[in-house]
C-alpha cells in the first residue's frame, strides 16, 4: 500500500503569490513524510485549478523535492502541441532526476475545451492521436505521424527522458470496461468512484493483467483519491472539514453553474457538505485512529493499493493541513507500509 496526495490547486482566500509559495511549504512537508506522489489537476478559467500550467508549478516542485514523485492527473491532451508537450515531459523528468509520472486524459470538462475554441466531440480522436505521438516520441528520437489531427515528417527530437521507454503513465478511470485498455498500455489508474463503483475497476484490471501473463507482484499502482483531514480529537478535523469543503465545492461546480450545464454524470456530482461526503464514502476526517480504520475498509471494498489525499482543499488553512500530513505520516501511514 502506497500513498500518495492529490491537489486540485483550488484557491483559497490568499493572494496568488502567497498560494504557490503555501502549496510548495506544503509539497516540501509532503516530500519530508515520504509520501510516494504528488498529482496536480489541469484546470482552465476557474478556480477550482490554479495551475492551468502544470508544468510550470511541477517545475519548482522538482527544485523543491528530493525522493517524492509528481506529475500532472491529467495533462489535458487536446490542449497542448504534442511535439512541445514531449520536450517539456523530458525537461521535468530530467530536472527531478527520473521522479516524472505522465497523467494523461482528454478532460472533463466540455466547458473549458470549448473555450479553446475546441469541439469538445473532436476530443477523444485529438487525445488518441496525441497520446500515441508522446509515447512515439518518449521512446525515440524522432516523430513521423500522419492522423487526422496531427501530421508530422520525421521531425528530430533533441531530448530524451531519464526514465525509458517514458516516464509512467496514469489515466483516471471510471468504468471497469476501461480497464483493458488501461493494462495493454501498463497505466496506473486512479478513481474518484466510492468503494462500490472502484472495486469491479479493480478486479477488472487485476484479471486483464494476469491474462496478459505479467506478474501479480508487478501490477501498477490502483488508486482512490479522497478528501482527508486528520487532528487530534474527531471533533477538531470535523470543523476543519466543514470550513474547508464549501468553498472547494463551489470552485468545483463554478463553471457548470456559470454556463447553466448540468454535470455530464451523477457520479462526477460532489455531495453538499462534507458530512455527505464522509457518508458516502469519498471523504474521511477525525483522529488517526478512524483514518486508519477507513483506509482498512477503502483497501478491502475497493481492491485499491494507493491512497491519493486531498489534504488542501478550499478554505483549509496551511497549518491545518501540515497537521493533518503530519498526524497522517507519523500514525497512520506506518501501519500500512
Known amino acids: 500500500m502506497r500513498f500518495g496526495v492529490f491537489d486540485h490547486m483550488d484557491r483559497g482566500p490568499q493572494a496568488l503569490g502567497a498560494f504557490y509559495e503555501s502549496r510548495l511549504r506544503l509539497v516540501e512537508a509532503y516530500d519530508r513524510a515520504g509520501f510516494y506522489g504528488y498529482h496536480v489537476a489541469e484546470h482552465h478559467a476557474t478556480p477550482l485549478g490554479h495551475a492551468p500550467s502544470p508544468g510550470i508549478f511541477l517545475a519548482a516542485v522538482a527544485q523543491r523535492t528530493r525522493r517524492l514523485r509528481f506529475g500532472p492527473l491529467v495533462y489535458l491532451l487536446p490542449l497542448y502541441h504534442p ?79 531519464v526514465q525509458l521507454p517514458h516516464p509512467p503513465l496514469w489515466y483516471g478511470i471510471g468504468r471497469a470496461d476501461a480497464a483493458a485498455w488501461a493494462v495493454a498500455r501498463g497505466m496506473n489508474i486512479v478513481s474518484n468512484l466510492p468503494a462500490a463503483g472502484v472495486r469491479p475497476i479493480t478486479d477488472r ?9 505479467q506478474s501479480p507482484e508487478k501490477i501498477p499502482l490502483m488508486g482512490v483519491v479522497r478528501h482527508v483531514v486528520v487532528a487530534e480529537t474527531d471533533a477538531e478535523a470535523a470543523r476543519i472539514a466543514a470550513h474547508g469543503y464549501p468553498r472547494w465545492r463551489e470552485s468545483f ?47 478491502e471494498a475497493a481492491g485499491v493499493n494507493y491512497l491519493l489525499c486531498r489534504f488542501a482543499f478550499g478554505d483549509i488553512a496551511e497549518d491545518e493541513a501540515l497537521q493533518s500530513v503530519r498526524l497522517f505520516s507519523r500514525d497512520v501511514m506506518p501501519a500500512f507500509t
Open 205 to 213: 484490471y487485476r484479471a486483464e493483467w494476469a491474462a496478459a501473463g
Open 253 to 299: 461546480l463554478h463553471l457548470w453553474l456559470k454556463h447553466g450545464t448540468l454535470l455530464p454524470t451523477p457520479s462526477a456530482m460532489p455531495a453538499e457538505t462534507f458530512a455527505a461526503a464522509e457518508a458516502s464514502g469519498r471523504a474521511i476526517a477525525g483522529t488517526p485512529e478512524k483514518v486508519s480504520s477507513f483506509i482498512r475498509r477503502e483497501i
Open 83 to 161: 511535439l512541445r508537450l514531449i520536450d517539456e515531459i523530458c525537461m521535468l523528468d530530467q530536472m527531478s532526476g527520473g521522479r516524472f509520472e505522465l497523467g494523461v486524459g482528454r478532460g472533463i470538462s466540455p466547458i473549458e475545451l470549448s473555450l479553446f475554441g475546441l469541439d469538445p466531440e473532436q476530443a477523444p480522436e485529438m487525445y488518441a492521436e496525441a497520446l500515441e505521438i508522446l509515447l512515439q516520441g518518449l521512446r525515440g528520437n524522432s516523430v513521423d505521424f500522419a492522423g487526422k489531427h496531427f501530421r508530422y515528417e520525421n521531425v528530430p527530437l533533441e531530448l530524451a527522458p
